[in-house]
């Protein structure tokens, strides 16, 4: 190679060249902004990116059919499954890494409420990041409002909960991240999350056990304080014939 042709190279690899998934990637290493499996990177992606990502994705997962050595010319059951995977990756169970937040319009407490509020159950749909197996729960929000907090409305509880759950993660930094965000919104006296889900990657392969059920939970500000809120909250958010505990 001569040395002219070197010196071409960087112009020929220009971001342009770059497959969608390295333009972002770099974006993010040139900004020192991380992408774990559940960091949300929209801020990194085009208009218009996100469809050559999905077509990037599907080219891989059409890959991984290959070394499995699954023939999806013949198989039809097959044929479209590469496209179909890399759809619902990318826009359905974790486009919470590639879409903005949801708006969510706050209220300010013109009543003044300063009682304990409690949401949910809240559908928790998510996939471990060990094995992008589903990660099927509810999760409760216990908010201690004052005069200066926030309020957000019933359905905006979702939507966040949601946002945030459409990524692989583990449950113990998927609550922490859902606390974060109703925290920084609301500003709150006290906040508390509880999530109890069911990990397929313990059904499905692993143990197979299939009563399993995690539960964590994160208090915050007044429920970390005051032991009678705590009980409160976690005795009022029981379902009728549910086992307590
Ligand atoms: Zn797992």
């Known amino acids: 190679m001569t040395p002219s042709v070197v010196a071409r190279i960087p112009q020929i690899d220009s971001l342009l060249n770059l497959p969608p998934s390295q333009r972002i990637r770099k974006r993010l290493l040139d900004a020192g902004q991380r992408a774990h499996a559940n960091d949300n990177i929209a801020d990194f992606i085009e208009e218009g990116e996100l469809d050559e990502l ?9 890959e991984v059919l290959q070394a499995l050595v699954i023939d999806t010319q013949n198989d039809h059951n097959s044929r479209e ?7 619902m990756f990318v826009r359905e169970v974790f486009r919470g890494r590639y879409e903005s937040a949801p708006r969510v319009t706050a209220f300010p407490n013109v009543s003044q409420l300063n009682e304990l509020m409690i949401v949910g159950p809240i559908r928790v749909r998510s996939a471990c990041s060990h094995h992008l197996c589903p990660v099927m729960g509810e999760v409760w929000v216990g908010v201690l409002p004052n005069a200066e907090s926030a309020l957000i409305g019933l359905s905006k509880y979702a939507r966040l909960c949601d946002w945030v759950m459409s990524r692989p993660q583990i449950q ?30 313990m059904h499905w392969r692993g143990v197979k056990d299939d009563g399993a059920l995690m539960t964590n939970s994160v208090m915050r500000g007044a429920f970390l304080k005051d032991a009678a809120l705590r009980r409160e909250f ?3 958010r029981q379902k009728p014939g549910r086992n307590p505990g």
């Open 81 to 87: 499954t590469a496209r179909r995977v890399a759809r």
């Open 172 to 201: 113990e930094e998927a609550i922490v991240m859902l606390a974060d965000e109703l925290e920084r919104r609301i500003r709150p006296d006290g906040l508390a999350v509880v999530m109890e889900a069911s990990h397929f990657c």
């Open 234 to 236: 976690l005795s009022l």
């Open 54 to 62: 999905q077509n990037e994705v599907q080219d891989r997962i059409q």
